[in-house]
């Protein structure tokens, strides 16, 4: 149902009570501000991560911002390899993360 209240889209399930039951409900455009305002703070937590690094730190705010909205997270297992084309800026952002 949230995918379909985001995005307009049609229902994909209806959900039938068995007994007694109360149901809370989001309109679709507050649901929009809190997601919203959980990006935002993750994006503006990823801009400061980046501007420890040397490579951005030159870089505007919004130009911090928009490589912020760029990052996509991956969580890697012990012992998998990282690939050579993310392993850069993943041992760089490592190396933030670790000497703070």
């Given at each position: 149902?949230?995918?379909?209240?985001?995005?307009?889209?049609?229902?994909?399930?209806?959900?039938?009570?068995?007994?007694?039951?109360?149901?809370?409900?989001?309109?679709?455009?507050?649901?929009?501000?809190?997601?919203?305002?959980?990006?935002?703070?993750?994006?503006?937590l990823?801009?400061?991560?980046?501007?420890?690094?040397?490579?951005?730190?030159e870089?505007?705010?919004?130009?911090?911002?928009?490589?912020?909205?760029?990052?996509?997270?991956?969580?890697?297992?012990?012992?998998?390899?990282?690939?050579?084309?993310?392993?850069?800026?993943?041992?760089?952002?490592?190396?933030?993360?670790?000497?703070?």
């Amino acid at each position: 149902g949230e995918m379909a209240l985001m995005f307009r889209q049609p229902r994909a399930a209806t959900i039938r009570t068995t007994e007694e039951t109360k149901l809370w409900t989001i309109h679709r455009t507050q649901l929009t501000k809190v997601s919203q305002a959980s990006l935002r703070q993750k994006l503006k937590l990823y801009a400061r991560m980046l501007d420890k690094i040397d490579l951005f730190s030159e870089s505007s705010e919004e130009g911090r911002e928009q490589a912020a909205d760029a990052l996509v997270e991956t969580t890697f297992l012990s012992g998998e390899y990282v690939t050579p084309y993310c392993m850069i800026i993943t041992v760089v952002i490592l190396s933030v993360l670790t000497l703070g």
